[in-house]
């Protein structure tokens, strides 16, 4: 039977480098763009918290390797059930591969074995690998040993949290590219109340947004505070 390549996931137009604040976290987006265009590392692994933009990464990356004219593939792994390790045939032709949440596999031996076997063939033709987690590489409870040594291959890069100061600029930077302003004092209002991690305050800023053009006002701090307190 002939090999059949996955399917060719549409990726998030709105989430390019160009779209990414990067705060303290620029050396790491340096790192991926070399890494997309073969300057720099064959396999590189980021890992963080949630919220702090992995998955904005790897969509970003796949952006970028199609912009170089390069084939990219991105998939995220899920905690409520893997899908078949089938989807992993075909992957080895691609110029970038970015698996998002790669720690799922972890404890399950039909994963760790088929992504092993794809990571070979993979690197063997001279591609790029891109994987996200929350952990550390060595943290994860891989059991297939030969693998546990393979995602320690490359750049292992954390991506660090933004700072108050940095958050209060992602939120200008956000509203400034989804067409309207918000002051400081209302970004800084907005940390005080809610959640800082980036999909959060995104979300945030779409609700904010609604409420602004319905409303026929702007983001003052008065207005933030009738509509969210």
């Given at each position: ?68 004219h ?37 404890g399950?031996?039909?994963w760790e ?5 794809f ?41 660090k ?8 600029a ?60």
């Amino acid at each position: 039977m002939a090999e059949q390549l996955p399917v060719n996931f549409e990726f998030r137009a709105n989430q390019t480098f160009k779209d990414f604040f990067p705060g303290s976290n620029q050396e790491i987006v340096d790192h991926l763009k070399n890494c997309v265009t073969g300057d720099s590392e064959q396999q590189i692994f980021i890992w963080g918290a949630q919220g702090l933009g992995k998955s904005h990464l790897l969509q970003a990356c796949c952006h970028h390797a199609h912009q170089q004219h390069h084939s990219a593939f991105y998939f995220a792994l899920s905690a409520d059930g893997l899908p078949d390790p089938a989807l992993l045939s075909g992957l080895d032709k691609f110029d970038l591969v970015c698996l998002d949440n790669i720690g799922h596999i972890a404890g399950d031996p039909v994963w760790e074995q088929a992504f092993f076997n794809f990571f070979n063939q993979h690197r063997g033709h001279g591609h790029k690998l891109i994987v996200s987690a929350a952990y550390a590489p060595g943290k994860l409870a891989i059991q297939l040993p030969d693998l546990k040594t393979r995602l320690n291959w490359g750049l292992a890069l954390k991506l660090k949290p933004l700072s108050e100061s940095d958050s209060i600029a992602a939120l200008i930077f956000k509203a400034d590219q989804m067409g309207f302003e918000i002051a400081p004092q209302a970004g800084r209002f907005l940390l005080t109340h809610y959640d800082r991690d980036l999909a959060s305050l995104w979300a945030l800023l779409e609700k904010l947004d609604r409420a602004s053009l319905a409303a026929k006002r702007k983001l003052t701090l008065p207005f933030l505070k009738k509509i969210l307190l």
